[in-house]
């Protein structure tokens, strides 16, 4: 657990190390990545697994700590893909066709030892070679790569200001009806630069900068969430700063091309709505335990409204079709 307060520089490693467990809310942390695979069926995320990271998902945990946490690049948990070569006893004998060799082959076994002939190690040893040679190169161009893009959100004339003697990976630790939480800013800027009230967040994206990919980003992984939940928990336990406002810097994977926005105001409260009521589900749940929430209500349900509107305007052509044929 980390102790509560402002931490700069906590870096991700150890914000991460920092889990709930499902077993025992009341002990925390919350954290606004958790409130929303929770609050959408509380039910069914007590009975899943953890999320397992995506390509995307590393790919842009790599630009981000290239960009606010370089250290954490020597952190071997970036990447999962390493090969690795499977513990082994190389055996005494050229086979296992002698009652010696099946004998100390069966005392190995029954201590859980892999054992392999001197040939089947001489094998394994030049494919982890050759697979740790591929590996290596692929991940030098990725590294490469993610250092590049963090010189091109630095270069850029907005983030790299926004860059300018801010502080990175502040992790801020406190508590929400007395349930331990947590929240790591990317980046809050210098007090005394062009941006004193605005947190924040540098994101990664496949999908785009321009207005309608970056609304879509939003609205699918509810940055709004987030701009709330992050700003509410720095203004509450951030003792001598006041921030109003959040933003996010957006950089496309493919093109590196970077893109600072600012969070309208109306997202911010429609955001800290969504989160209020999260949360107050979540408290329910830690004091009382979670059940199917469907057990005992069968309400109507009408169809989402871009549905109902297709449908309808495909339905009303049809029928003016027919009505100016008869």
């Known amino acids: 657990m980390v102790t509560q307060g402002v931490h700069p520089g906590l870096g991700m490693a150890e914000y991460h190390d920092w889990k709930l467990d499902k077993n025992n809310l009341l002990a925390g942390p919350i954290s606004c990545s958790m409130l929303k695979s929770f609050d959408a069926n509380p039910y069914a995320w007590s009975l899943s697994d953890d999320i397992k990271q995506t390509e995307a998902m590393r790919i842009g945990s790599l630009f981000d700590a290239a960009l606010t946490d370089p250290i954490a690049l020597d952190n071997p948990d970036l990447f999962p893909d390493r090969p690795k070569l499977e513990p082994c006893e190389v055996a005494p004998f050229d086979s296992f066709r002698t009652k010696e060799a099946r004998e100390w082959k069966a005392i190995k076994d029954q201590e859980g030892v892999r054992v392999v002939s001197q040939s089947v190690h001489e094998t394994e040893i030049r494919n982890f070679q050759d697979a740790i040679s591929a ?162 209500k069968a309400p109507d349900l009408n169809l989402m409204p871009y549905h109902a509107i297709s449908e309808d305007e495909r339905l009303s052509a049809i029928e003016n079709q027919e009505g100016g044929q008869s």
């Open 135 to 296: 590996w290596e190169v692929k991940t030098g161009e990725e590294l490469s790569r993610a250092r590049k893009a963090a010189q091109q959100v630095m270069d850029h004339p907005i983030a790299g200001e926004i860059m300018n003697g801010a502080e990175l990976q502040v992790g801020i630790i406190g508590d929400i009806g007395g349930i331990p939480a947590k929240c790591l800013l990317d980046i809050l800027p210098s007090p005394d630069g062009d941006w004193p009230e605005t947190i924040f967040d540098y994101k990664t994206t496949a999908n785009g900068i321009d207005d309608e990919s970056i609304r879509k980003t939003m609205g699918n992984f509810k940055l709004h969430w987030q701009a709330a939940f992050y700003r509410t928990m720095f203004n509450k336990f951030h003792p001598d700063r006041v921030c109003d406002q959040f933003g996010f810097i957006f950089q496309d994977v493919k093109t590196l091309e970077v893109r600072v926005i600012t969070l309208h105001e109306d997202d911010l409260m429609l955001g800290t709505r969504a989160v209020k009521n999260a949360l107050q589900n979540f408290a329910k749940c830690a004091h009382n335990g979670i059940k199917s929430r469907y057990l005992d």
